[in-house]
């Protein structure tokens, strides 16, 4: 019998999603954040950077508004009013302290119980190999998650920005993981995920050649039925939960 995923604490109210690009949240997660919206409950987003080296036809400093324009209608699309962006360079993001302290300040002035982000390890399964920007945010978010809770770790973060220690962060939940532990019923916000990946349309559409909607739909779909078997036939969206 195929091990089944846990269904995804409920008992939260707000929500902190850290990842590096955008579009990175809309590959799958946007199903989920919908229907936690739905339930009243707040998520923001963060984005280290805003995915300028992202389309090769299009230089950075005209790409970055763009991708910036389209995340905050993408978020819109799924009930996330709060966006924002910590302009790490996109492509050489450095897994460090630095990164550490901008996620830790984020967490502190959000003071969210379920922080999100993005598979942090080396390949998306097998031969997949991951890019560095992911890597370095999955891998600084999870450590964040603790210094945020630390106020020896970073002090300046009181004294310059008054930021007091939160310590209240009690999962980190990683999406894209090949070795999830538990997941959400995709069916409510599943097609509003659709929409919310569509709105990144001047990426996509040097992505494939595909028409963009059918490549979204079929992307989004499928990754959801493909997790319905270890979550009692329901299309689903996974993740791999870290408990504080």
């Not at 089944?4 to 579009?23: C, F, G, N, S, Y």
């Amino acid at each position: 019998m195929t091990e089944q995923l846990e269904p995804m604490p409920d008992d939260w109210q707000r929500a902190l999603a850290v990842v590096a690009h955008p579009d990175d949240l809309e590959y799958g997660c946007a199903a989920a954040v919908a229907g936690w919206t739905d339930a009243g409950r707040e998520v923001a987003y963060l984005l280290a950077s805003r995915g300028e080296a992202g389309i090769d036809t299009m230089e950075p400093a005209r790409c970055a508004p763009l991708r910036e324009q389209e995340q905050r209608a993408s978020a819109a699309v799924v009930g996330v009013s709060t966006v924002e962006f910590l302009d790490h360079k996109d492509g050489v993001i450095e897994y460090g302290t630095g990164l550490r302290r901008d996620i830790a300040g984020a967490i502190r002035r959000h003071r969210p119980e379920l922080v999100i982000t993005l598979n942090h390890r080396d390949t998306w399964g097998g031969t997949a190999w991951n890019t560095p920007d992911h890597r370095a945010v999955g891998r600084a978010t999870l450590d964040a998650a603790g210094d945020a809770g630390n106020r020896w770790i970073f002090p300046e973060l009181i004294a310059e920005q008054g930021l007091e220690p939160w310590n209240g962060v009690r999962w980190v939940a990683v999406a894209g993981s090949t070795t999830p532990t538990h997941a959400v019923d995709a069916t409510p916000g599943l097609e509003r995920s659709v929409l919310s990946l569509l709105e990144h349309r001047s990426y996509i559409e040097v992505l494939t050649d595909q028409d963009p909607e059918t490549y979204c739909r079929n992307f989004l779909t499928g990754s959801a039925q493909g997790a319905a078997e270890r979550f009692g036939g329901r299309p689903a969206v996974t993740f791999e939960l870290f408990r504080r």
